[in-house]
């Protein structure tokens, strides 16, 4: 028996729903918060990565409705590995910069057209720049925001002391 998603229900057949955006196995009383996913965009988008990733044309099927569940998700994330992710230390990027370009919050909120408090916040971490914010500060202040950007790039150098493997620089997922 299958787990509902939503309320943990142990039900013999579950329909894939979207909620919010999230495609979810839902029973049916659940089912009636979000819309039924069709499985037809699912075959094929299955079908297109399964033959780019097997051997044969034989594979695709022998895959099964497991390999399809995977493929149906893959784009979105693949979608969401080439985003950038704003740095963790965002707040002290933007602050450093400002201070060493000698300028206040008020001066930096002027040239950029933006409010003097959007620029505090910003420094105290109280918010995330918006895409328009964050590309008008990195301009300005000749920085960037995105994670994985400034000193952490040394590490990969060639000339480093330490040998990396893959495990030093790999984020596990928690399960």
């Known amino acids: 028996m299958a787990q509902c998603e939503m309320c943990g ?4 057949s579950l329909t894939t729903t979207k909620v919010e955006g999230a495609e979810l196995e839902l029973c049916d009383d659940c089912s009636d918060f979000g819309t039924e996913v069709k499985t037809e965009s699912t075959s094929t988008t299955s079908t297109k990565y399964s033959t780019s990733s097997s051997d044969g044309s034989g594979s695709s099927s022998s895959t099964g409705s497991g390999g399809s569940g995977g493929s149906s998700s893959r784009p979105r994330r693949d979608m969401f590995d080439q985003m950038d992710e704003i740095a963790s230390d965002y707040d002290e990027r933007i602050r450093a910069a400002r201070e060493r370009d000698g300028l206040s919050r008020e001066e930096l909120a002027g040239e950029l057209n933006e409010k003097a408090s959007l620029i505090g916040k910003l420094e105290r971490g109280d918010i995330l720049p918006s895409d328009d914010v964050k590309e008008k500060l990195e301009k300005r202040l000749e920085i960037s925001l995105s994670e994985g950007s400034g000193d952490d790039d040394a590490s990969w150098d060639s000339d480093s002391s330490m040998t990396q493997t893959l ?6 997922k928690s399960e």
């Open 167 to 172: 495990g030093d620089v790999v984020e596990r």
């Open 9 to 12: 229900a142990e039900k013999s």
